[in-house]
C-alpha cells in the first residue's frame, strides 16, 4: 500500500500573525487546506462573515504580465525546435530568483514600453493594410488621366465608376448604345474576370442607365477622393508604404530586444498568479475579532516538519492539533511512490486517485501494463530506437517532471518490446531465415512459422496472453479480497472473491487433471468448482429478501461471474493479435522495398526512403496500439475487480506554476 497516511490539523493564531503564517505555509508546500469557514459557519455564529480581500489591483498587474508574456513571445528571436514545441513552454528558476523577481524587474517601465511597441505596430498595420488594399484597387484605374477627385457627377451629368464581367463588356456596350444616345462608356482597364469602366450619361437618362448597368452585373466601386492622378497617388502610396516599413522593423527590433526578459516577466506572473492565492486562500479561514483558524490536511511524515514550521512562526501565539482521520471522514489522498515507480503512478492518476483506505494499483499494474506493451509492439529494433528516442529527450528537451517520468516509463516499455523482439524472432522485421543461428535459437515465442527451418507456431505466443490474462485478473480477485478483509468486510470477501477464485482455480486444476490424466487431481478440481458454484448461487443474491430471490439472483450471479471471467480473458488476445500485426507490417514493408531493388541506380534510394519511412510509420502505428491497448485492459478488465476511484487528490497549499520548474524544489507526486 503506498497511499501515505493523513493526519488531520487545526491550526489556531492570533489575528496579527495571518500574514507570516499564510507565507509560511505556502512557501513549505506541504498543508492542504479545507475550507472550514464554509464547514462551521452554521456551528458558530459568533464567527465572522466570510473575509474576501480585493484583489482587484492584483488582477490588473496579473492581466498586465499576461499581456506582456504573450507580446515577447510573439517577438521572440529565438523560438523552440519542433520537438520542444510539441510540449507545454516550461523556464528552468530557483527559489531565490522567484522570490526576488519584484525587486529585480522594472515592470512598470517595461510594461509601458511594452504597451507602447504594441500600439505603433498596430497603427502602423492598420495603415500598410489600407495603403495595400487602396493601392490595389487603384491600380485598376492607373491609366486615368483625371485626378480622382475631379471624377464626381455634375448638375447635369451622372458619373459612376465599376467593375462589370469581361464577357459582358460589349454587350453593356451595346445596350447603352441601344438606349439612348446621353450615355458614353470608357474601359478603363481589364483584367482576367473584370473589366474596370467609367459610365457618363446625362441627368435624363440617369435611370434608365443605371437599370441596364444592374442587369448586367455591374458593381460599383467608392474611390478615396485624392488631387492627384491614380498613378500619381500609387507612386504616393508606395513612397509611403516604404516608410511604415522601416517604422515597422524599428518597433520590431525593439520588440526583439526587449523580448530577451520573457524568462522574467513569465516568472513576476506566476509570482503574482501565487500572490493571489495567498489572498484568496483567507476566504477559507474562520475568523473572530482577535484570532483565526485554520483546518487541513498533512501527510504523517510531515508532522514533525509542519509543528517546527509553526514554532518558528511563533510558538506562543498559535496553536496547532494534530489527529488521525475519523472513519467517517474522508482525507485528500496523497501517495509515497519509489523513484522507479512514479512513471506508472501517472498511468494510475490518469484514471483517478484512489480512496484513502484503498489500495495504491500503481505496484499491481506496472509489470503487467510494461509486459503488455512489449508484447503488443514486440520487435528489439523498434524498442531500440524507442527508448533512444526518449532518452535523448529526456536529456535535451526543458519539459515538466511529469514528462520527464512519463518518457521513463516508454524506455520501461521500450526495453520490454526489446526483450518481446528477441523472444519472438523480430528484428525489424528481418526474415527469420536471415538472422544468425544464436538468434532463432533463442526465440522461443516465435509466433509465424517457418517452414524451411521447421519452428514457430502462433499458439505459445497465445497461450501466454491468456495466461496473463488469467493472472492478472485473478491479482485483481485477490487485492479486492485482501481489501475487504483490511477494512472489517470479511463476509463479502469470502462470498465475492473467495468463491470467484475457487471456481477459477478449480477450472485450472480440473484441467490439468485431465490432461495429465490423474483422477486425484481432477477430483480436487472439480471440489473446488461445485463448492464454489454453490457459495455463489447461495450467496450471490444475498440482498434478496425471499428464498426464490436470492437463488435466482445468485444463479444470475454466477453466470455472470462466468461469463464475465471469460469475456475479460479474450480480452486478452489483443496482446497477441497487436503482437503479430506489428510483426507482419514490419515484413511487408521489407518485402515491398526487395521489390524496388530492380530498379537500376534509383532502387537503391527508393528502398532506402521505403524502408525508413515504412518502419517509422509503423512504429508510430504501433506505438498507439500498444499503448492504447495495454491501458484498456488495466481500466476495464483489472481496476473493475477491485479498484473505486475518484477520491479527492492531496493539492497542498503551494507555489504552483504552469511554466516553471524549481530546480531546488521536489515535484509533487
Given at each position: 500500500?503506498?497511499?501515505?497516511?493523513?493526519?488531520?490539523?487545526?491550526?489556531?493564531?492570533h489575528?496579527?500573525l495571518?500574514?507570516?503564517?499564510?507565507?509560511?505555509?505556502?512557501?513549505q508546500?506541504?498543508?492542504?487546506?479545507?475550507?472550514?469557514?464554509?464547514?462551521?459557519?452554521?456551528e458558530?455564529?459568533?464567527?465572522?462573515?466570510?473575509?474576501?480581500?480585493?484583489?482587484?489591483?492584483?488582477?490588473?498587474?496579473?492581466?498586465?504580465?499576461?499581456?506582456?508574456?504573450?507580446?515577447?513571445?510573439?517577438?521572440?528571436?529565438?523560438?523552440?525546435?519542433?520537438?520542444?514545441?510539441?510540449?507545454?513552454?516550461?523556464?528552468?528558476?530557483?527559489?531565490?530568483?522567484?522570490?526576488?523577481?519584484?525587486?529585480?524587474?522594472?515592470?512598470?517601465?517595461?510594461?509601458k514600453?511594452?504597451?507602447?511597441?504594441?500600439?505603433?505596430?498596430?497603427?502602423?498595420?492598420?495603415?500598410?493594410?489600407?495603403?495595400?488594399?487602396?493601392?490595389k484597387?487603384?491600380?485598376?484605374?492607373?491609366?486615368?488621366?483625371?485626378?480622382?477627385?475631379?471624377?464626381?457627377?455634375?448638375?447635369?451629368?451622372?458619373?459612376?465608376?465599376?467593375?462589370?464581367?469581361?464577357?459582358?463588356?460589349?454587350?453593356?456596350?451595346?445596350?447603352?448604345?441601344?438606349?439612348?444616345?446621353?450615355?458614353?462608356?470608357?474601359?478603363?482597364?481589364?483584367?482576367v474576370?473584370?473589366?474596370?469602366?467609367?459610365?457618363?450619361?446625362?441627368?435624363?437618362?440617369?435611370?434608365?442607365?443605371?437599370?441596364?448597368?444592374?442587369?448586367?452585373?455591374?458593381?460599383?466601386?467608392?474611390?478615396?477622393?485624392?488631387d492627384?492622378?491614380?498613378?500619381?497617388?500609387?507612386?504616393?502610396?508606395?513612397?509611403?508604404?516604404k516608410?511604415?516599413?522601416?517604422?515597422?522593423?524599428?518597433?520590431?527590433?525593439?520588440?526583439?530586444?526587449?523580448s530577451?526578459?520573457?524568462?522574467?516577466?513569465?516568472?513576476?506572473?506566476?509570482?503574482?498568479?501565487?500572490?493571489?492565492?495567498?489572498?484568496?486562500?483567507?476566504?477559507?479561514f474562520?475568523?473572530?475579532?482577535?484570532?483565526?483558524?485554520?483546518?487541513?490536511?498533512?501527510?504523517?511524515?510531515?508532522?514533525e516538519?509542519?509543528?517546527?514550521?509553526?514554532?518558528?512562526?511563533?510558538?506562543?501565539?498559535?496553536?496547532?492539533?494534530?489527529?488521525?482521520?475519523?472513519?467517517?471522514?474522508?482525507?485528500p489522498?496523497?501517495?509515497?511512490?519509489?523513484?522507479?515507480?512514479?512513471?506508472?503512478?501517472?498511468?494510475?492518476?490518469?484514471?483517478?486517485?484512489?480512496?484513502?483506505?484503498?489500495?495504491?494499483?500503481?505496484?499491481?499494474?506496472?509489470?503487467?501494463?510494461?509486459?503488455f506493451?512489449?508484447?503488443c509492439?514486440?520487435?528489439?529494433g523498434?524498442?531500440?530506437?524507442?527508448?533512444?528516442?526518449?532518452?535523448?529527450?529526456?536529456?535535451?528537451?526543458?519539459?515538466?517532471?511529469?514528462?520527464?517520468?512519463?518518457?521513463?516509463?516508454?524506455?520501461?516499455?521500450?526495453i520490454?518490446?526489446?526483450?518481446?523482439?528477441?523472444?519472438?524472432?523480430?528484428?525489424f522485421?528481418?526474415?527469420?531465415?536471415?538472422l544468425?543461428?544464436?538468434?532463432?535459437?533463442?526465440?522461443?515465442?516465435l509466433?509465424?512459422?517457418?517452414?524451411?527451418?521447421?519452428?514457430?507456431s502462433?499458439?505459445?505466443?497465445?497461450?501466454l496472453?491468456?495466461?496473463?490474462?488469467?493472472?492478472?485478473?485473478?491479482?485483481?480477485?485477490?487485492?479486492?479480497?485482501?481489501?475487504?478483509?483490511?477494512?472489517?468486510r470479511?463476509?463479502?470477501?469470502?462470498?465475492?472473491?473467495?468463491s470467484?477464485?475457487?471456481?477459477v482455480?478449480?477450472?485450472?486444476?480440473?484441467?490439468?487433471?485431465?490432461?495429465?490424466?490423474i483422477?486425484?487431481?481432477?477430483w480436487?478440481?472439480?471440489?473446488?468448482?461445485?463448492?464454489?458454484?454453490?457459495?455463489?448461487?447461495?450467496?450471490?443474491?444475498?440482498?434478496?429478501?425471499?428464498?426464490?430471490?436470492?437463488?435466482?439472483?445468485?444463479?444470475?450471479?454466477?453466470?455472470?461471474n462466468i461469463?464475465?471471467?471469460?469475456?475479460?480473458?479474450?480480452?486478452?488476445?489483443?496482446?497477441?493479435?497487436?503482437?503479430?500485426?506489428?510483426?507482419?507490417?514490419?515484413?511487408?514493408?521489407?518485402e515491398?522495398?526487395?521489390?524496388?531493388?530492380?530498379?537500376?541506380?534509383?532502387?537503391?534510394?527508393?528502398?532506402?526512403?521505403?524502408?525508413?519511412?515504412g518502419?517509422?510509420?509503423?512504429?508510430?502505428?504501433?506505438?498507439?496500439?500498444?499503448?492504447?491497448?495495454?491501458l484498456?485492459?488495466?481500466?476495464?478488465?483489472?481496476?473493475?475487480?477491485?479498484?473505486?476511484?475518484?477520491?479527492?487528490?492531496?493539492?497542498?497549499?503551494?507555489?504552483?506554476?504552469?511554466?516553471?520548474?524549481?530546480k531546488?524544489?521536489?515535484?509533487?507526486?
Open positions: 500500500m503506498t497511499v501515505a497516511r493523513m493526519k488531520k490539523v487545526d491550526i489556531y493564531a489575528g496579527s495571518r500574514h507570516r503564517l499564510i507565507e509560511a505555509l505556502h512557501d508546500g506541504k498543508l492542504h487546506v479545507d475550507n472550514l469557514h464554509e464547514r462551521i459557519s452554521d458558530c455564529p459568533g464567527l465572522l462573515e466570510e473575509e474576501v480581500l480585493d484583489n482587484r489591483e492584483l488582477t490588473v498587474q496579473i492581466s498586465k504580465a499576461a499581456f506582456l508574456d504573450k507580446f515577447m513571445d510573439e517577438h521572440a528571436t529565438e523560438k523552440p525546435g519542433f520537438i520542444q514545441s510539441l510540449f507545454k513552454e516550461k523556464f528552468e528558476v530557483t527559489s531565490e530568483e522567484y522570490y526576488s523577481v519584484q525587486e529585480s524587474l522594472d515592470f512598470e517601465v517595461l510594461y514600453q511594452c504597451e507602447s511597441l504594441d500600439a505603433g505596430l498596430f497603427r502602423v498595420r492598420e495603415r500598410l493594410k489600407h495603403i495595400g488594399d487602396l493601392g484597387e487603384l491600380e485598376h484605374w492607373r491609366a486615368m488621366t483625371l485626378p480622382l477627385k475631379e471624377v464626381t457627377s455634375t448638375r447635369a451629368t451622372w458619373i459612376v465608376l465599376g467593375k462589370v464581367p469581361v464577357r459582358k463588356v460589349d454587350d453593356l456596350r451595346h445596350a447603352l448604345d441601344e438606349a439612348t444616345p446621353l450615355v458614353h462608356l470608357s474601359e478603363i482597364s481589364v483584367d474576370l473584370n473589366a474596370r469602366i467609367m459610365v457618363v450619361c446625362h441627368r435624363e437618362a440617369s435611370e434608365e442607365v443605371e437599370e441596364i448597368l444592374s442587369a448586367y452585373d455591374f458593381n460599383p466601386v467608392e474611390l478615396v477622393e485624392v492627384r492622378l491614380p498613378a500619381e497617388e500609387i507612386a504616393a502610396l508606395e513612397e509611403e508604404e516608410g511604415l516599413r522601416e517604422e515597422e522593423e524599428g518597433y520590431l527590433a525593439k520588440a526583439e530586444e526587449l530577451l526578459m520573457r524568462p522574467r516577466v513569465v516568472l513576476y506572473h506566476e509570482y503574482l498568479v501565487n500572490e493571489r492565492s495567498k489572498r484568496e486562500v483567507v476566504s477559507e474562520a475568523h473572530t475579532e482577535s484570532a483565526f483558524a485554520v483546518e487541513g490536511w498533512i501527510k504523517e511524515s510531515d508532522q516538519a509542519v509543528r517546527e514550521l509553526l514554532d518558528s512562526v511563533s510558538g506562543e501565539l498559535v496553536e496547532a492539533e494534530f489527529s488521525d482521520p475519523l472513519p467517517d471522514e474522508k482525507p489522498t496523497a501517495t509515497e511512490q519509489p523513484t522507479w515507480r512514479r512513471p506508472v503512478w501517472l498511468l494510475t492518476r490518469l484514471y483517478g486517485y484512489p480512496d484513502y483506505r484503498e489500495f495504491d494499483p500503481t505496484l499491481a499494474i506496472t509489470p503487467f501494463f510494461i509486459l506493451f512489449g508484447m509492439l514486440g520487435d528489439f523498434y524498442g531500440v530506437a524507442l527508448c533512444l528516442i526518449c532518452w535523448q529527450l529526456r536529456k535535451r528537451l526543458v519539459v515538466s517532471p511529469k514528462v520527464k517520468e512519463f518518457l521513463k516509463l516508454l524506455i520501461y516499455v521500450g520490454a518490446t526489446s526483450v518481446f523482439g528477441i523472444l519472438g524472432g523480430s528484428y522485421g528481418i526474415e527469420f531465415e536471415s544468425p543461428g544464436f538468434l532463432q535459437k533463442i526465440a522461443v515465442l509466433p509465424i512459422e517457418s517452414e524451411e527451418l521447421s519452428v514457430g502462433p499458439y505459445p505466443f497465445l497461450l496472453a491468456l495466461a496473463l490474462g488469467v493472472f492478472q485478473l485473478m491479482v485483481g480477485y485477490v487485492m479486492e479480497l485482501v481489501d475487504n478483509v483490511r477494512n472489517g470479511v463476509m463479502d470477501a469470502i462470498y465475492d472473491q473467495v470467484m477464485l475457487g471456481l482455480i478449480g477450472l485450472g486444476v480440473l484441467v490439468v487433471g485431465k490432461v495429465l490424466e483422477g486425484a487431481i481432477t480436487i478440481g472439480l471440489v473446488f468448482v461445485v463448492v464454489s458454484v454453490l457459495l455463489t448461487i447461495a450467496t450471490g443474491g444475498r440482498e434478496s429478501e425471499s428464498i426464490f430471490g436470492r437463488v435466482a439472483n445468485g444463479v444470475f450471479a454466477l453466470y455472470s461469463t464475465g471471467f471469460f469475456g475479460d480473458t479474450l480480452s486478452y488476445v489483443r496482446l497477441f493479435a497487436l503482437g503479430m500485426a506489428t510483426m507482419l507490417v514490419a515484413m511487408v514493408v521489407n515491398i522495398g526487395k521489390q524496388l531493388l530492380g530498379i537500376p541506380v534509383l532502387g537503391y534510394v527508393l528502398l532506402a526512403m521505403i524502408v525508413v519511412g518502419h517509422t510509420f509503423n512504429l508510430g502505428i504501433s506505438f498507439i496500439g500498444a499503448f492504447v491497448h495495454p484498456r485492459l488495466q481500466y476495464v478488465e483489472f481496476f473493475s475487480k477491485f479498484y473505486d476511484n475518484g477520491a479527492k487528490p492531496y493539492d497542498p497549499f503551494r507555489i504552483f506554476s504552469k511554466k516553471l520548474i524549481f531546488d524544489r521536489e515535484y509533487l507526486f
